[in-house]
């Protein structure tokens, strides 16, 4: 099997992006771009073909445990795919992200909604309800770990946001908003109203679906 060395020079997935920029490249061009060599045996043409086949199979619930799993590809190559797709996630998904509802929230949800432990996260958005920053608050069950206001908020008011939405995820898969779920949601609208910060929704993940307590009638108009 050929390897990128041994394609002509304008065909290989580098030398092709100077000369026709980055939008002309496969997926598998871009893994290898990304991926830069193989390993002794493996051709990174095969491994970039596995990584790409990943990306489209998982999307944004890729992680690193999937990465390792294609041979050749070890600690140091994974991260390199991951942090793109972090990089993209920050500056490039959020700038085009308008949140009309808690179906919109889900795609930016993916990573946590399998997670074993309780991640609570908040999104800050404009007002034009587009999303500016999304935020781990905490990690570990809310009945143990409360949420503080302050944690929340801090980063919120330095986003100029007017507006919130909360999530976290039920590792247990019930989708039921706990009484501690309840107590959180109502504590940080408070304290909202007091900052002058609209909480637009707050909800729930797990691998089965969502509850939004919006659509539950939990969350009056704004």
Known sequence: MKTIKDLPEHTRPREKLREKGVSA???????????????????????????????????????????????????????????????????????????????????????????????????????????????VVTIGLLDKSPVHPREVFADVIADRAAAVIFAHNHPSGDLTPSQADRQTHDRLTEAGKILG???LDHVIVTRKGYYGFQEAGLIGAP
């Open 25 to 135: 490249l496969s997926d598998e061009e871009l893994v290898a771009a990304i991926l830069g060599m193989g390993m002794a045996g493996i051709d990174v043409r095969t491994m970039a073909r596995q990584v790409a086949a990943l990306i489209r199979e998982h999307k944004e619930s890729l992680t690193l445990a999937h990465l390792l799993q294609v041979p050749g590809t070890g600690l140091a190559k994974a991260a390199h795919v991951l942090c793109a797709f972090e990089l993209a996630r920050r500056h490039l998904l959020k700038e085009t992200v308008k949140i009309s509802g808690a179906r919109d929230v889900l795609p930016l949800l993916a990573d946590i909604a399998g997670k074993q432990q309780e991640y609570f996260l908040c999104l800050s958005l404009n007002g034009a309800n587009e999303l500016i920053e999304k935020r």
């Open 197 to 199: 910060i609209r909480v």
